[in-house]
């Protein structure tokens, strides 16, 4: 079975990095897209970043561009966030999202099939 598995969470204080990471496996068929959500408890789950894995053209929502990068290594069916100069705002759970389905980088929920556990990020200040 499809699974996706995060990891790199953390605290952290206002203005530092942390690198998460995500790696699928069980996939009977390469993915085309994986992406980075986050949500905050009685909030609605937030696109953070994509990545169309075919032609590696990505996509930010507009409150973590500059400081946000995700990447992926294909070999390792893996992708990351690179997140630099965090802000209390970026507290949330993370999670790891995959499309076999979708062509492009998209940051709707609804587009992705397969998700992880969540990895938890606290930004204090």
């Known amino acids: 079975q499809v699974q996706l598995v995060e990891s790199g969470g953390g605290s952290v204080q206002v203005g530092g990095s942390l690198t998460l990471s995500c790696t699928l496996s069980g996939n009977p068929y390469p993915s085309n897209s994986m992406a980075w959500f986050r949500q905050v408890p009685g909030q609605q789950r937030e696109g953070v970043a994509s990545?169309?894995?075919?032609?590696?053209?990505?996509s930010y929502a507009a409150s973590v561009k500059g400081r946000f990068t995700i990447s992926q290594d294909n070999d390792k069916n893996s992708i990351y966030l690179q997140m630099n100069d965090l802000k209390p705002e970026d507290t949330a759970m993370y999670y790891c999202?995959?499309?076999?389905?979708?062509?492009?980088?998209?940051?709707?929920?609804?587009?992705?099939?397969?998700w992880g556990q969540g990895t938890q990020v606290i930004v204090s200040s």
């Open positions: 999202a995959a499309s076999m389905i979708i062509q492009g980088a998209s940051l709707v929920p609804r587009a992705y099939s397969f």
């Open positions: 990545i169309y894995q075919r032609t590696g053209s990505t």
